[in-house]
């Protein structure tokens, strides 16, 4: 059965605001639960990586509702978060609010954007990362694109994302568990099992950490890794821009 959120071509992008529109208000619940958690470790991974010294410039993209942007502007690097969904956006500029209010506010700042066309200069920024977003573009390929173009000689770009176990055994439970658990997850607290299911249907067009790391080599970046978590049903793909 096709699910209601997935569509190739350009009918991707349309489909994919529609999804983030119906979950922007549980998506950082949903996060927790259907993570039992975990996914707070695993972007505290990616900001380790990101290695901020203060006043260097960074660019979070699909930055969702902003656990990483925040992270990155803490740590005082001057953070722009840019989204495609609105929604979403309006919970990341909830959350900067309340900071504000409570003396916290790290002061990034918020753009609804294309991660496939950034309206933002070659050579911008010393950290470009993506958290769970590189997936759901129309063309990943132009999203990592895009990253190096706005990257700085020395730049570090991370991505963080599912990925796909190489052991099979380990992968077809992973995949058991995305095709029933999640989408039931998704409908008992979100009211809509289809939201979740998404998350499988995109991971099958999705080839993943192996092939982010292929695109990083074709661009010429260095140090190059992966780093698999939970047996490779996360990873992050990290590379830097050659100085």
Not at 185 to 193: D, E, H, K, S
Request: hydrophobic share 45%; with cysteine.
């Amino acid at each position: 059965m096709s699910n209601a959120f997935f569509a190739p071509g350009e009918q991707r992008a349309a489909k994919v605001n529609d999804l983030f529109a119906r979950i922007a208000r549980r998506y950082d619940f949903l996060n927790d639960l259907q993570s039992f958690g975990l996914h707070r470790s695993w972007k505290r991974r990616v900001i380790k990586l990101a290695a901020v010294k203060p006043g260097c410039r960074a660019l979070d993209l699909c930055c969702g509702t902003g656990d990483i942007t925040f992270s990155l502007a803490k740590r005082g690097a001057e953070t722009t978060g840019l989204d495609f969904s609105p929604q979403m956006l309006e919970v990341a500029a909830e959350r900067n609010r309340r900071l504000a209010s409570e003396h916290q506010n790290p002061s990034p700042t918020f753009l609804q954007g294309d991660a496939q066309q950034l309206p933002f200069a070659d050579a911008t920024f010393d950290i470009v990362t993506v958290g769970y977003g590189l997936r759901n573009l129309t063309s990943w390929e132009r999203g990592v694109d895009e990253m190096f173009r706005v990257a700085k000689p020395g730049g570090r770009l991370i991505v963080l994302d599912f990925g796909k176990p190489p052991n099979a055994l380990w992968r077809a439970v992973y995949f058991t568990h995305l095709r029933l658990s999640v989408p039931l997850i998704g409908l008992l607290f979100c009211g809509n099992a289809q939201a979740y299911a998404y998350i499988l249907e995109s991971l099958k067009h999705y080839p993943a950490q192996l092939a982010v790391a292929d695109k990083m080599r074709s661009l010429k970046l260095k140090n190059i890794h992966v780093i698999n978590l939970l047996g490779g049903a996360m990873a992050i793909n990290y590379g830097e821009k050659a100085s």
